[in-house]
């Protein structure tokens, strides 16, 4: 795929959305940590449900912590894999606390460091709590820049590396939300949208369905 091509779709998808967000509920940096680190391999609904209710009783690492560990988890227990999710919350909110003031470090270094993060959640918390240009790949954005040929690789980090290098700066800070809707939405595992999708005519996809 040609650049040219590439700035026409992400000028489409900017069109259609020009201030794409995640669709998780939250408020502040703290609130989009935890719920980032809430939903691998969750749904964005499913974690919604449990902060809906933990975040007016409990929203920052000190209302946590007194919240308690059973406490937090009798919140989370709808989530797939509350215990160890709720282990990492719960210990995160602790280093916070002694290393951070208690707010959330805008620093890739030190947000990898806390546990249950990794580079796709400290990703996801820069760009959208802090507005740096990073891309969180997740699964919808590895099928989509893959299929229709945006950007390709063999694993996420590729797919990363490729699409940083390749997405015009005016697009950097919204593109990983346009491509994960887009994936989520239109271009899904199974059988693609491809009838009803804004992309179609520049998407590199062989196998378009109807």
Wanted: charged share 25%.
């Amino acid at each position: 795929m040609n650049n040219t091509k590439r700035k026409e779709i992400l000028t489409r998808l900017r069109d259609a959305n020009p201030h794409p967000t995640t669709e998780l509920n939250f408020t502040t940096p703290f609130e989009l940590l935890v719920a980032v680190t809430l939903s691998a391999q969750a749904t964005d609904v499913g974690v919604n449900k449990a902060t809906d209710k933990l975040f007016p009783v409990a929203n920052t690492p000190q209302a946590i912590l007194d919240l308690g560990l059973e406490g937090l988890r009798e919140y989370i227990k709808t989530i797939g894999l509350y215990n160890s999710k709720a282990q990492n919350v719960y210990k995160m909110c602790q280093i916070l606390m002694e290393k951070h003031d208690g707010e959330v470090p805008e620093s890739r270094e030190a947000l990898e460091a806390l546990p249950g993060v990794g580079r796709k959640t400290a990703n996801v918390v820069l760009n959208t709590a802090f507005g740096w240009p990073t891309i969180a790949v997740d699964t919808h954005i590895f099928r989509v820049s893959n299929r229709t040929k945006l950007a390709m690789g063999k694993n996420v980090d590729q797919v990363e590396q490729k699409l940083l290098k390749v997405v015009p700066a005016e697009f950097k800070v919204d593109v990983h939300h346009w491509l994960i809707l887009h994936g989520r939405y239109t271009c899904i595992a199974r059988k693609p949208r491809c009838g009803s999708c804004i992309i179609e005519d520049l998407c590199e996809f062989r196998d378009k369905t109807e």
